[in-house]
């Protein structure tokens, strides 16, 4: 069994190489790469924000972060989720939406389906003030979202 050392870091980054075995669990690949099962990428302890003032499409490094459209900008914007065509996110890939303005934020999909969770409807959704939306792809092509202040 090889020995694993490490420094974590005050953000708690931790950069391993090579493949090093603790009791029950395997940590292998590089800073880039890090798993913990060799198939599943080591993902992020908290929610990490893109804070956007302006309409936005979003892009495959917004995965797992949540899109936060702040109070200071009072203007409704939209944030478009792009077809699998152009930007294959993987399958159970999360992104969450925040507003906090009084305008309202279009959620807005292209090619692909977006279905509102309980309903099934599809289309764009509208997201209201101090609303939370999560969309999480489930296919290739599609996204089921729900949220609070979500219509």
């Not at 956007?52 to 949540?66: M, R």
């Not at 409704?76 to 939406?97: D, E, K, L, Q, W």
Request: hydrophobic residues 40%; glycine residues 6%.
């Amino acid at each position: 069994m090889a020995t694993l050392s490490a420094i974590i870091t005050p953000n708690n980054v931790l950069t391993a190489t090579n493949t090093n075995t603790l009791t029950n669990k395997t940590i292998s690949g590089d800073s880039n790469t890090l798993t913990v099962d060799g198939i599943n990428n080591v993902g992020f302890r908290d929610v990490p924000q893109n804070s956007k003032s302006a309409a936005y499409t979003l892009a495959l490094s917004d995965a797992g972060k949540h899109i936060y459209h702040p109070a200071s900008d009072a203007n409704a914007r939209t944030f478009t989720i792009p077809a699998n065509a152009s930007v294959a996110y993987p399958v159970g890939t999360a992104i969450t939406f925040i507003n906090m303005t009084a305008e309202v934020v279009t959620i807005a999909i292209t090619t692909d389906t977006m279905y509102l969770s309980s309903v099934g409807t599809t289309g764009s959704r509208t997201l209201a003030r101090y609303g939370s939306a999560t969309c999480i792809k489930i296919t290739a092509t599609e996204w089921l979202i729900s949220g609070s202040g979500l219509t």
